[in-house]
């Protein structure tokens, strides 16, 4: 296979160079060979619920230490990954790397708050993903309920069909669900009230301009009401500021990501940001 990814390469290289095919392959490469060379990495971001007062999530988001170009956030990776199929090894990965994590944090004499986690729609699609993630947590004897997967309204809807039977095993499973970047794609309430889904993620492209661009503060006061209309959790991502952060809590939006309380944090940071949290 090697030797094959090689002639191809050549092939690039000789006929034409079109230097971004040429840098996307080495890239391709380099990130089959990154599983096995532990080059990624979980970065968790936390989330935070404004009526508790606490941590209750922590969303894993992966990085790359690649080798010459250092980290990379998954905009540089996560589409390669899905073209190829990495993305079925690494998304395993990445639920080990969490329940390995979790256990690490009660080590560390703290109660790991719940996790998420991103699925890409490739995954979502991978045969046997239901079963594999069921073995992973047993593994590691941890309850389905402590992981809330992520996944984007545009995947979800490229096959209602599949994504509702696919909801309907995890759901039975125990694991919580989540409409990751909701609001930029084109679900409409009459599909979405068909699945078993605990949380809506407001996308931070609406969050980011509130509360001045009269639109985008329309639209995430309504997506707020509605959520609570449908007795579902949500959480406001990408809240950077004091003012987004006092219109969401007079919204009653209860939960916040973004830099505002943290940006994504290594392991190494995480035990002592735990630690201190503190918010009134
Ligand atoms: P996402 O799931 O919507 O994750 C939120 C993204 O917003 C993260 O980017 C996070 O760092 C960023 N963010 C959070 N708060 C703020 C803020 O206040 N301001 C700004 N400017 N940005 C904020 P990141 O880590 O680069 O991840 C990008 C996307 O990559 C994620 O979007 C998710 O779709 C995907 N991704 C990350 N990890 C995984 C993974 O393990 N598997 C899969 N399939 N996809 C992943
Ligand atoms: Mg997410
Ligand atoms: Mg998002
Ligand atoms: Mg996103």
């Known amino acids: 296979e090697a030797k094959q990814r090689g002639r191809n390469l050549y092939q690039f290289y000789t006929k034409d160079l079109n230097s971004q095919t040429y840098r996307h392959l080495v890239l391709e490469n380099q990130l089959v060979k990154a599983l096995a060379r532990d080059e990624f990495d979980i970065h968790y971001q936390p989330q935070?619920?404004?009526?508790?007062?606490?941590?209750?999530?922590?969303?894993?988001?992966?990085?790359?230490?690649?080798?010459?170009?250092?980290?990379?956030?998954?905009?540089?990776?996560?589409?390669?990954?899905?073209?190829?199929?990495?993305?079925e090894g690494l998304g395993l990965w990445v639920l080990k790397r969490v329940c390995e994590d979790m256990h690490r944090l009660r080590e560390a004499d703290i109660e790991p708050p719940r996790m998420a986690i991103n699925l890409s729609a490739r995954q979502?699609?991978?045969?046997?993903l239901v079963?594999?993630?069921?073995a992973i947590l047993k593994e590691h004897d941890i309850s389905?309920?402590?992981?809330?997967?992520?996944?984007?309204?545009?995947?979800?809807?490229?096959?209602?069909?599949?994504a509702v039977d696919m909801f309907r095993q995890l759901h039975q499973l125990g694991f919580r669900?989540?409409?990751?970047?909701?609001?930029?794609?084109?679900?409409?309430?009459?599909?979405?009230?068909?699945?078993?889904?605990?949380?809506?993620?407001?996308?931070?492209?609406?969050?980011?301009?509130t509360p001045h661009d009269r639109d985008d503060t329309a639209i995430v006061t309504a997506?707020?009401?509605?959520?609570?209309?449908?007795?579902?959790?949500?959480?406001?991502?990408?809240?950077?500021?004091?003012?987004q952060l006092a219109f969401l809590k007079q919204l009653d939006c209860e939960f916040i990501q973004g830099y505002y309380f943290s940006k994504p944090?290594?392991?190494?940071?995480?035990?002592?940001?735990l630690k201190a949290f503190s918010y009134s």
Request: with cysteine; aromatic share 8%.
């Open 124 to 128: 979502f699609r991978q045969a046997k």
């Open 223 to 243: 997506i707020v009401a509605m959520a609570k209309g449908l007795g579902l959790e949500v959480v406001a991502e990408g809240v950077e500021n004091e003012e």
């Open 48 to 87: 935070v619920s404004l009526r508790t007062g606490k941590v209750e999530a922590l969303e894993a988001l992966v990085r790359w230490h690649h080798p010459e170009k250092g980290l990379l956030s998954p905009a540089h990776f996560i589409p390669i990954a899905e073209d190829t199929g990495i993305i």
């Open 131 to 134: 079963e594999r993630y069921a």
């Open 177 to 209: 669900l989540a409409v990751d970047d909701f609001g930029t794609g084109y679900s409409s309430l009459n599909n979405l009230k068909h699945f078993p889904i605990h949380t809506l993620k407001i996308d931070r492209s609406f969050v980011s301009d």
């Open 144 to 162: 389905p309920h402590r992981i809330e997967l992520e996944l984007t309204e545009s995947t979800i809807m490229q096959d209602i069909h599949v």
């Open 265 to 273: 944090l290594p392991f190494s940071e995480l035990c002592e940001y």
